[in-house]
């Protein structure tokens, strides 16, 4: 069963990512049915660099792309001949990793003549929602959390999206990666802060949780820097950071603000649902605290499992699926689109009328 106003193309569905630094490729059937999810992670390759580095990245899906695809098929037990459309990431994302999955979804539909359509990355992760919930729908907010996006959208309806708050500087997963370099978790920091946040006492560093109660955009960057500062000072004091403790406090800095953020936009939009995704949706912490902060609230509260918070192909396959319903076959001719918007529209009315104000 799936909601009111959502449509699907039938059929099997490949869908292909290959925005940032894992190269993706499923088989998914009638939208929402999952016959297979292969994700090969550049991690190793840009580890040694403290960060993805976009050259590397094309490069790598370059050689990975063509493995991953069998491996897909394989998995799904079909093949190319069984295939009715091919979705892919469009963007956003980097220019020349997001062309390698453009190029192989073209060649596929080009060669097999079949359906072809582009889809928009953060469409996706909010689609990964509905593959671990069917029961999914609007109105909602929607947070989507990842390494470069932190925003809030009235969902009013099936492809309707307003974006009412985004990140000012950083994306979480961004300030997430660069404080766990910081402090010696090497990369990517997300992860390696969840585990380490386990052992750690949040209350151990006070750390700034920058416009708190003032509208539903984030700023995120003066948190890093306060990181740096309280390790400079401790090192000048003498002392050692405790890092499981600065992990721990600083994941609940970042977890203060969204779900803080998230239950006051339900709220003043008059929404009973928040559903989550995007990489840092995969945060333990943050998701046991939305849940909370829902569960007390009478929200709904609806969270892709963590595996495909993180960059899939599957949540493409998704999209993809609602996207040729409703829009029929994408244009052969559309380039990657590495700061893709469409189609997410930034809510005019939520800057302007400075959002704390109705919230
Ligand atoms: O959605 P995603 O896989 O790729 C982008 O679209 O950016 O998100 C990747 C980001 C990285 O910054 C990574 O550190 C973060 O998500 N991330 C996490 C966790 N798992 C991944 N951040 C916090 N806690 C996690 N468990
Ligand atoms: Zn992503």
Redesign the pocket.
């Known amino acids: 069963m799936t909601g009111a106003g959502l449509v699907f193309s039938q059929g099997l569905i490949l869908g292909i990512e290959t ?4 190269t993706a490729v499923a088989v998914v059937e009638a939208g929402v049915n999952l016959r297979s999810n292969v994700v090969a992670s550049q991690v190793e390759m840009h580890a040694p660099f403290g960060g993805v580095v976009p050259e590397i990245a094309g490069r790598a899906h370059l050689e990975a792309l063509d493995p991953v695809l069998r491996a897909a098929l394989a998995e799904a037990s079909t093949d190319f001949a069984e295939i009715d459309a091919v979705a892919v990431a469009r963007g956003p ?1 980097l220019a020349g990793a997001l062309m390698v999955g453009m190029a192989a979804a073209k060649a596929i539909a080009v060669a097999r003549r079949i359906p072809f359509v582009a889809v928009n ?2 469409e996706g ?1 909010l689609f990964a929602v509905l593959l671990d919930h069917p029961e999914f729908e609007p109105p909602a907010v929607v947070v989507l ?5 932190t925003m809030l959208v009235h969902m009013a309806g099936w492809g309707a999206y307003s974006i009412i708050g985004s990140t000012l500087d950083d ?4 300030a ?2 660069k404080v ?1 370099r910081y402090i010696g978790l090497g ?9 380490a946040a386990r052992d750690g006492n949040a209350d151990r560093y006070v750390l700034p949780r920058a416009m708190l109660a003032d509208g539903f955009d984030f700023s995120l960057s003066g948190l890093k820097t306060a990181v740096v500062l309280k390790c400079r000072a401790e090192s000048e004091a003498g002392r050692e950071i405790h890092v499981a403790d600065m992990a721990a406090s600083f ?1 609940e800095a970042v977890v203060d603000v969204i779900v803080a953020k998230a239950v006051r936009a339900a709220a003043a939009l008059g929404v009973g649902r928040i559903a989550m ?10 998701r046991e605290r939305m849940r909370a902060a829902c569960e007390s609230d009478g929200i709904d509260c609806l969270v892709s499992s ?1 595996s495909l ?4 192909a599957a949540m493409i396959a998704a999209a993809g699926a609602y996207r040729l319903a409703m829009d029929g076959p994408g244009d052969l001719g559309a380039a990657a689109d590495p700061a893709l918007l469409a189609p997410f529209v930034f809510d005019p009315g939520s800057r302007a009328s400075g959002s704390s104000a109705s919230a």
Do not use: K, W, Y
Not at 19 to 22: F, H, I, K, W, Y
Not at 171 to 174: D, H, I, L, P, R
Not at 277 to 286: E, K, P
Not at 309 to 312: L, Y
């Open positions: 925005s940032c630094d894992e994302g990355h953060l992760h959390a990842s390494g470069g996006h994306a979480a997963g961004e997430f990666d766990g990369f990517p920091g997300g992860p390696a802060i969840d585990r994941q995704g995007g990489g840092v949706a995969a945060n333990s912490r943050l963590p918070c993180t960059d899939n």
